[in-house]
């Protein structure tokens, strides 16, 4: 049997990929799938790789962007293909609907616990007896703060960004205004024409990413509707994702672009690989080198550049961005090639020459 830990999109998306071949029973420790709710809900068109274009769950397409400099200027872009803004809980249940026509079992209210000899504990929330479960592969599907991870040591240590969000209520123009900041980043995205959704994460200063947040808050004006908060993992290359006949998968790997915080087509694609691989008994590991550490390794390095920047440079970059020709090469990608693109449009440019050359090291 295949014990999944986790009912979140990766969790579920996994367990009816495993159910064509595989008995599947996953543990999750809330009551129901898809709350409590800890994202903006914002992904690139990627995701129809993972699901169908006809759903109930992408609420808004957005295909303008500003990039804000810290002296509040910014250049505006017009995404190729725009970005898509889902209702997370309704995406989750997509998710786990699919797994339920599968035939998984799903055990709601269970807490996984500890980990013995090919048996699992875990606790009934309700009655808080401690059950074994017998497994021949475990998965940990269990987020951020992965148990599983934790417990089998597979993840020593992980480094975090700290995320806080609020909905506010706001007539909007759809655009998606994006904030880089040092270690971290803020967003504003449109639910809808009345509503925006907006949020700081930071890695070194929860501190800081409240200030960030309040001072987003003011200048957007809106009465706010929800607060919520949350942990997004930091991609780290060196470190495990399984030990014998236990695999990690989605968050609980860290696997998350480190440039933007989204963790959701990672985790999906961590998904296909993992069920593949035991599918068809080849090696996870490899199967993430190959399809998955590119573009994670490439965000991470783009995070550390962008990390690298002073204020004074982004403002100088954002004003030297502005021109017609580097617009129209930015204009051409989806949100998750901007930053790269923005690298390669400041190379190119001679003028921007100074920020890739003084930069660059930080790649490396
Ligand atoms: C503020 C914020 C905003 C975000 N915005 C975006 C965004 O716009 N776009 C994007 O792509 N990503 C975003 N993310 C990241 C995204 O939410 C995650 O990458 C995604 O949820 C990962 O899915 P998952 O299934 O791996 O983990 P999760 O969704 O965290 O699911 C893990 C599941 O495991 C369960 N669980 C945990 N521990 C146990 C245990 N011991 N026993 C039993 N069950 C357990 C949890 O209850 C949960 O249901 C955001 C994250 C935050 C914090």
Redesign the pocket.
């Known amino acids: 049997m295949i014990v999944i830990?986790?009912?979140?999109?990766?969790?579920c998306y996994l367990a009816s990929l495993l159910a064509e071949e595989f008995e599947v029973t996953v543990?999750?420790?809330?009551r129901s799938?898809g709350l409590p709710i800890?994202?903006?809900?914002?992904?690139t068109q990627e995701i129809y790789k993972f699901v169908p274009k006809k759903n109930n769950f992408v609420i808004n397409q957005v295909g303008d962007v500003r990039i804000y400099a810290p002296n509040n200027k910014h250049i505006k872009l017009k995404l190729e293909k725009p970005d898509l803004i889902i209702d997370?809980q309704k995406f989750?249940t997509y998710f786990y609907k699919q797994a339920k026509k599968k035939g998984v079992k799903f055990v709601f209210n269970?807490?996984?616990?500890s980990l013995n000899k090919n048996s699992l504990s875990?606790m009934d929330l309700k009655t808080k007896e401690i059950k074994r479960v017998k497994y021949d592969y475990l998965i940990g599907?269990?987020?951020?703060?992965?148990?599983?991870a934790k417990n089998t040591r597979i993840i020593k240590k992980r480094n975090y960004f700290i995320?806080?969000?609020a909905i506010i209520k706001k007539k909007n123009n759809n655009i998606i205004d994006f904030y880089p900041l040092k270690q971290g980043f803020a967003w504003v995205?449109p639910e809808d024409r009345n509503t925006l959704r907006i949020?700081v994460?930071s890695r070194t200063n929860p501190k800081g990413c409240n200030e960030k947040l309040k001072k987003l808050l003011k200048k957007y004006k809106g009465k706010i509707l929800a607060k919520?908060?949350?942990?997004?993992p930091l991609f780290d290359p060196w470190s495990s994702i399984s030990k014998e006949n236990i695999f990690l998968?989605?968050?609980?790997a860290g696997f998350?672009k480190a440039t933007?915080?989204?963790?959701?087509?990672p985790?999906l694609k961590s998904a296909e690989i993992l069920a593949h691989s035991i599918n068809n008994n080849l090696s996870y590991e490899a199967g993430i080198y190959l399809h998955l550490y590119p573009s994670l390794w490439l965000h991470l390095e783009m995070r550390k550049l962008m990390d690298s920047f002073t204020k004074t440079e982004w403002n100088q970059l954002v004003k030297d961005l502005k021109t017609k020709e580097a617009k129209k090469m930015l204009q051409k990608v989806s949100r998750d090639k901007l930053f790269q693109l923005l690298l390669s449009v400041a190379l190119k440019k001679p003028k921007i020459m100074k920020y890739g050359i003084k930069h660059f090291g930080a790649l490396f």
């Open positions: 830990i986790g009912a979140g999109p990766v969790g543990f999750e420790e809330h799938v800890q994202c903006t809900g914002i992904v997370r989750d269970h807490r996984f616990i875990v599907a269990d987020g951020p703060l992965s148990a599983v995320g806080l969000q995205v949020g994460a919520q908060g949350g942990l997004v998968a989605g968050d609980a998350v933007t915080g989204g963790g959701l087509v985790g």
